[in-house]
Structure formats: structure tokens, C-alpha cells
């Protein structure tokens, strides 16, 4: 049997459906500026540079709303009591900065349409993932929706106006760093809402969470703001700097690449 939908359950506060609204109108103008902002295809700007200054702008509001309401000297008491939970954090700081990375590099290979029919590809990993972790079994109606979803992404992405798209080299290279983002996507997201929930940041003030994450993000960009500087001379931009390193980390290795 199908099991009743309440919205009230979905959004139990007329503030909740204001942040999914936001959330869901943010995340769509954020790729569409991302494609806005190539020229033919290319990024004159270093892509990186601008993730490290979106994750400073995000750990300066996180900072800006918790000293709203709490002392500054407070930040460092709670991170002597719980300074593990900083290094805890880099491991959903390395998948979103890969995440961050890859949505430049991508919106540079599909159009944004085909970008975000693929990227909702993270709820179907996130919903097994999810339930596999937090033993929470998804309802019929949602595991309807996982499959409905599957199938048109294969049939907006493989179907075209002379029939079937051919799957060239460059073309499943392309594919592979989108399942990348995707599955980091998915990842981050159940490790970030264990540590939230069930992990050791249960206890900790959520924006100081934020800003441990925060900060870990920057320090993983910055890492790859180096390297890219290091080595933007041997390849023509950013994006094929990038994509060789994925690529070789995948196929090679982390001492073969």
C-alpha cells in the first residue's frame, strides 16, 4: 500500500518551505551564472580562486551569525573540548571541494539542463546510501520516483536529434567526472548529517560546525590553488589541469598520477 503524504511532515514551518525554495532557487542560478560566465566554452578567471573566496565569504557569515548570540572567546573553548571534530571534518571538505571543482568543470562539457538532470542523480545514491546508514527504508512513492528519475536522465542524455548519441572517448571522460561530483555529492551530504545527528559534532553549536567545515575547505582549495598554479604552464587552462589529475588519480592512483 502507498503510504499517505502529508506536507506538513515535508515542511512542518512556513520557514522551512521559504529555505527550500531559496535552496532550490540558489542552486539553479548558481550553474546557470557558472555557463554565463564562459567565454565560448572557457573560463578566463582561475576557477579555484573563486570556490576559496565563496568558502572565506561563507566562514565570515557563519562567524557573523554565531557571534550574534555567543561570545567570541567561546568558539575557542568549544574547539579545545572538540578539536577532533575538526579534522573529522575534512573528509566531507575534500569530497565538496572535488564536488565545487567538478561543477565548474562539467558546466564546461554539458549545457546546464543536461548538468542538473545528471546532478539529481545524487538523490537515487544519496536515498540507498542513506538508508543502508540510518536504516530508514524509503517508502514505495519514493523508490518510484528514484526509477522514474533514472530513466529519464538516460533518455534526455543518450537521445538526440540523429538518434543516438555516439560515445566518444572525451564524451565518457566527461561522463566519469560527472559521476564523480555526484557520488561526492552524495557522500559529503550522508557524512555531514552523520556528524550532525550521531557523530561527535551532535554536541557542538551548528554554525561552529559550519565553520570547521569551512575551514577545511579552505585549506583543501588552497592545496589545489597551489597546484594549479604550480602547473597551469604544461596545460592550456584550469579545466584540462583538472581533468588529468581526476582522470589519472582514477585510472593510475594517487602515486601513479
Known amino acids: 500500500m502507498w503510504k499517505s503524504f502529508d506536507w506538513v511532515d515535508l515542511f512542518p514551518t512556513k520557514k522551512s518551505f521559504i529555505v527550500f525554495v531559496l535552496y532550490i532557487g540558489f542552486s539553479m542560478n548558481h550553474g546557470l551564472l557558472v555557463k554565463l560566465s564562459q567565454d565560448k566554452g572557457i573560463y578566463t578567471y582561475n576557477i579555484v580562486s573563486v570556490i576559496l573566496m565563496t568558502e572565506f565569504m561563507k566562514l565570515f557569515i557563519s562567524l557573523i551569525l554565531y557571534l550574534k548570540d555567543n561570545p567570541l572567546n567561546s568558539i575557542i573553548d568549544q574547539t579545545r573540548k572538540n578539536y577532533t571534530v575538526i579534522f573529522l571534518y575534512l573528509v566531507p571538505s575534500i569530497l565538496y571541494c572535488v564536488y565545487n571543482n567538478l561543477a565548474f568543470v562539467n558546466l564546461s562539457a554539458f549545457d546546464p539542463t543536461t548538468y542538473f538532470i545528471f546532478l539529481q542523480l545524487r538523490v537515487i545514491l544519496t536515498g540507498i546510501v542513506y538508508q543502508c546508514l540510518f536504516k530508514k527504508d ?21 537521445k538526440t536529434e540523429d538518434g543516438i548519441r555516439p560515445l566518444s572517448n572525451g564524451y565518457l571522460t566527461s561522463l566519469l567526472l560527472m ?10 551530504g550522508v557524512y555531514n548529517e552523520y556528524l550532525l545527528k550521531e557523530g561527535q559534532g551532535i554536541k557542538i553549536n551548528i554554525y561552529i560546525q559550519n565553520m570547521y567545515m569551512y575551514f577545511d575547505s579552505i585549506l583543501c582549495n588552497f592545496v589545489l590553488w597551489i597546484t594549479v598554479k604550480y602547473e597551469n604552464d604544461h596545460y592550456t587552462s584550469d579545466i584540462d589541469l583538472f581533468k588529468n589529475k581526476m582522470v589519472c588519480k582514477i585510472i593510475f592512483g594517487y602515486w601513479f598520477s
Open 138 to 158: 524509503l517508502s514505495k512513492i519514493q523508490w518510484l520516483s528514484l526509477i522514474l528519475l533514472t530513466i529519464g536522465c538516460m533518455i534526455k542524455e543518450l
Open 179 to 188: 559521476f564523480i561530483q555526484i557520488l561526492s555529492s552524495c557522500l559529503a
